[in-house]
């Protein structure tokens, strides 16, 4: 014998019921019983309707006539012509009696849990008595039975509990007699010794089949939905949510306890007993494997089995000397939330018994408030302990998984994964069976900790960036191309996901979870994006909350590097090539560098000084290791090299400026890189980071550029260049009549930095350079005579955004 249990959705109308019909006839040849809810929304509608009624609201009329018209329009979609007449005036009769109990309400405008209980009861005694009269017009084999009958509760109206023994022999005794071989029974409803109806808790039709399959003892118990079993997280909440194919009872009871309204929690203790297999089925999936819940099974080795978590949770904290090693003080605490019937969701006492915190539903925090403080009155005011403290906006998320008590590590990952996400933990729970651990949280990262929790558990083969770019020009849009095209690279061989999930110009910003196609951005961005606000595109990327947040910022923007410290205070990793955060105050640089340690969020720059050179890693590396750096020679500029290793007086000096540009070495403003500012910044972000304290103030910059060009707009610049042109023409004649190239060097010596324009002859290191190469020569007590070279492209779009894809793959290594 088996027991199937279909609900909700299953039963929603005469389609569904048709799929269940094919499940419950399909190769069944034992005897059955089909235990059924009632149709989808109609208890909800029977206690709108009362709840109307007892207000003297007229409106549970016009509800009771939309319940009836559905159930009559049902039978007519289900049950042949010729058989619908008997069905019809038993449905019509059981509509006539919840009328009359409806008026009764409305005339004395009161509902008592008894009443209650009667009325959303029609909902299963009319969808079991329908399909009970389809089955039997598919086969002569079924009959309707009522659970009422044999399922005896005691008389706690709306969660009733079920007198188990006689309820056992009187399913044994029913159906040891009884002849047929489908029964159709009427879910959730049960009734007490004197006959009235009660009903088992809402979700209770569950339950009802659980009490079956325990009583008869069955071999299986199937529960058939709308989901393909029980998922390891809520789909609705992770993507990659995937079906578990097998639980033990106990883990399902965690799991179904802790939110997953898969299953309704009452269910699995009859089942766990008696270890019946039971099976979670999807209706319309029928040839999905679904959930097996099972006493034990050795294969399988995950220690995790699911993630769960509750909403909309608050917080009670109890603290004070007062507590401290009194026998008896919890109870009180305990007694006093029991008394008020608030539920506790989860506890947690610290071993110096200082404090007990108590995770209780949000709604009932001022009554529980209220109850514990006029409980501990006498100890408030003699100061020994405080009052209450609320916390309310918290969620508790949870690990389940019975296997975690024998693999060490779980709770660490946990945490630690939380942790580096920016989610702070305000309370843990694990309990002693070690089958769930149980953290309190802001119910604003939820969403944020279930899913970089799945990654971790279930998905740890692919890791998810989440990507923001700040600047789409030269740099930015060249980055998205190669995001582009190695995107499927990264996922198949290095199992990362990258999702670019917004992208900002100084005209406009688009941000959009569900991910812009890199190549279309610029489409994206015309018919979808808005007037671009620097700090509107930070607070949306803080909203989100998305987990292994990265913010690009591939601007020269300073209002943009200005955020970077409130990103990384919400755990948003920085890469910036805009050098004009790391080459700001030293303060201000050494408070990103600290916040981004405090906050697990990498802040990098490496094409900050040579673009995708790799000068700043190798500058780390050298300092992390004990080395020490005495002395730093340097051409940081591709710009100026560009520009020297191309100008001889052959083309005005102003033209082969504006081909720099137009190849996308100079900066926005290429002023900046002229007048030597683009060097001065990158020879005191080398300088800092290998350890000293210095400022733009401190570097001496012995610029070349007539102070004249200066003055006004770039078009500006580049005029009062050509107007200046002899002035070039001598300072190239000279070096070359030197028999020397011009190269705009960058040092740091001893504690100093300058920068200016040399002539360097034939033999020394910084000759041979060409294009817009750069080198750098460090020189450390373990290179002290031979430094350490490091040379090439230190410039143009492309190395700079490979420079920035790289910083951005160091992220989600990280
Ligand atoms: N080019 C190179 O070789 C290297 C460059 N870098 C750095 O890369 C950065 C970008 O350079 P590059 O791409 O050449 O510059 P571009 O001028 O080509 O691009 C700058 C981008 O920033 C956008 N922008 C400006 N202000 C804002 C703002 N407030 N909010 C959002 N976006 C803004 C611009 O928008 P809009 O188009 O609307 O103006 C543009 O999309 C610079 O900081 C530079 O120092 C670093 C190493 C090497
Ligand atoms: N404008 C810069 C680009 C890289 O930082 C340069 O010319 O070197």
Redesign the pocket.
């Known amino acids: 014998m088996k027991v199937l249990k279909f609900g909700g959705t299953s039963v929603a109308n005469a389609i569904n019921i048709k799929k269940v019909a094919s499940i419950v006839f399909k190769d069944q040849p034992e005897k059955l019983i089909v235990v059924v809810s009632a149709f989808s929304g109609v208890t909800d509608l029977l206690l709108k309707a009362s709840s109307f009624a007892s207000t003297g609201d007229y409106q549970y009329k016009e509800i009771h006539q939309g319940i009836e018209k559905a159930h009559l329009y049902c039978i007519k979609e289900l049950v042949a012509l010729q058989k619908q007449s008997a069905v019809l005036s038993e449905i019509k009769q059981l509509c006539n009696e919840l009328e009359e109990l409806l008026d009764g309400i409305y005339k004395l405008q009161e509902l008592s849990p008894k009443t209650r209980d009667k009325v959303v009861s029609f909902g299963e005694l009319m969808s079991s008595r329908i399909i009970a009269a389809y089955f039997s017009d598919l086969s002569a084999e079924a009959a309707w039975v009522d659970s009422r009958e044999l399922i005896k509760t005691d008389s706690k109206f709306g969660y009733a509990n079920v007198l188990k023994s006689f309820t056992d022999e009187n399913i044994a005794l029913y159906f040891k007699a009884a002849k047929a071989r489908v029964f159709v029974a009427p879910g959730f409803i049960a009734s007490n010794s004197n006959g009235n109806t009660t009903t088992l808790g809402r979700g209770g039709s569950d339950y009802t089949a659980a009490i079956f399959a325990s009583a008869l003892k069955v071999k299986s118990l199937e529960i058939w939905t709308d989901v393909s079993g029980m998922m390891t997280a809520d789909p609705r909440v992770v993507t990659n949510a995937k079906p578990i194919a097998y639980l033990t009872y106990k883990e399902a009871m965690e799991l179904s306890h802790f939110g997953a309204k898969v299953i309704y929690p009452p269910t699995i203790q009859p089942v766990m007993d008696l270890e019946i297999p039971t099976a979670i089925k999807n209706t319309f999936k029928p040839e999905d494997a679904g959930t097996l819940l099972l006493s034990d099974y050795s294969n399988g080795s995950d220690r995790i089995k699911g993630i769960s978590s509750i909403n909309k949770v608050a917080i009670l904290t109890l603290e004070g000397s007062g507590m401290v090693g009194i026998p008896g003080f919890s109870k009180l605490l305990f007694e006093a939330l029991a008394n008020d019937h608030i539920n506790v969701i989860l506890i947690t006492q610290s071993s110096s018994e200082h404090s007990i915190t108590v995770a209780i539903n949000e709604h009932d925090s001022l009554r529980a408030k209220v109850a514990i403080d006029s409980v501990f009155d006498n100890y408030i005011e003699k100061g020994i302990i405080y009052p209450v403290e609320i916390e309310s906006d918290m969620a508790i998320i949870a690990v389940v998984g019975d296997k975690m008590k024998s693999m060490p590590g779980t709770s660490g990952l946990m945490f630690s994964t939380l942790g580096k996400n920016g989610i702070n933990i305000r309370a843990i729970a694990q309990g002693s069976s070690e089958r769930n651990i149980s953290a309190v949280i802001s119910n604003a990262d939820i969403k944020k900790a279930v899913n970089v929790l799945h990654e971790v558990f279930f998905e740890a083969s692919k890791k998810q960036l989440n990507i923001f770019v ?9 980055l998205l191309q190669q995001i582009s095209r190695q995107k499927q690279y990264l996922a198949d061989k290095h199992n990362v996901q990258l999702n670019v999930i917004g992208v ?6 688009l941000v959009k979870p569900i991910g812009i196609l890199e190549n279309d951005f610029e489409k994206e961005l015309g018919e979808y994006g808005h007037t ?3 700090e509107k ?1 930070t607070d949306e990327i803080i909203a989100l909350n998305l987990r292994n947040s990265v913010f690009i ?5 300073a ?2 590097a200005r955020t970077y410290a409130k990103l990384i205070k919400k755990s948003v990793s920085v890469v ?5 955060a790391a080459s700001a105050g030293y303060w201000e640089y050494l408070e990103l560098k600290h916040l981004s340690n405090i906050y697990n969020a990498p802040f990098l720059f490496e ?5 995708a050179l790799p000068i700043i890693g190798t500058l780390n590396d050298l300092i992390k290791t004990g080395d020490v750096v005495n002395k730093i020679q340097a051409v940081l500029s ?2 100026l090299n560009f520009v020297f290793n191309n100008y001889d007086g052959t083309k005005p000096f102003s033209e082969v400026v504006r081909q720099a540009q137009a190849e ?5 403003d290429p002023r ?1 890189d002229l007048g030597g500012t ?1 060097v001065m910044r990158k020879i005191l972000i080398l300088a800092r980071e290998a350890g000293y304290a210095l400022n733009m103030e401190d570097i001496d910059n012995n610029g070349f550029l007539p102070a004249s060009c200066f003055d006004g707009s770039v078009e500006d610049f580049y005029k009062e260049m050509s107007i200046q042109e002899a002035h070039f023409k001598a300072i190239y004649d000279k070096a070359a009549a030197n028999g020397c190239k011009l190269k705009f060097v960058a040092t740091f010596d001893n504690g100093k930095a300058n920068v200016g324009l040399q002539e360097i002859p034939e033999n020394h290191d910084l000759y041979n350079l060409f294009g ?1 190469d750069n080198i750098v020569l460090f020189y450390t007590n373990r290179y002290p005579e031979q430094p350490l070279v490091i040379k090439g492209a ?4 492309d ?2 955004a490979s ?2 894809f790289a910083d951005m793959m160091r992220v989600a290594s990280h």
């Not at 900002?504 to 910003?509: D, G, H, Q, T, V």
């Not at 910036?576 to 004009?580: F, L, Q, V």
């Not at 094409?607 to 673009?611: E, F, K, R």
């Not at 996308?664 to 926005?668: N, S």
Request: aromatic content about 4%.
């Open positions: 700040s600047g789409v020009g030269n740099v930015g849009k060249k900002a110009n100084s005209r406009k910003m671009s606000d620097v595109f910022d591939c601007t020269a923007h209002e943009v910036a090539c805009n050098k004009i094409t900050n000084v040579g673009a591709g710009t996308g070495f100079t900066e926005p900046l683009d817009k230190g410039a143009g779009a190395v700079t420079g920035v």
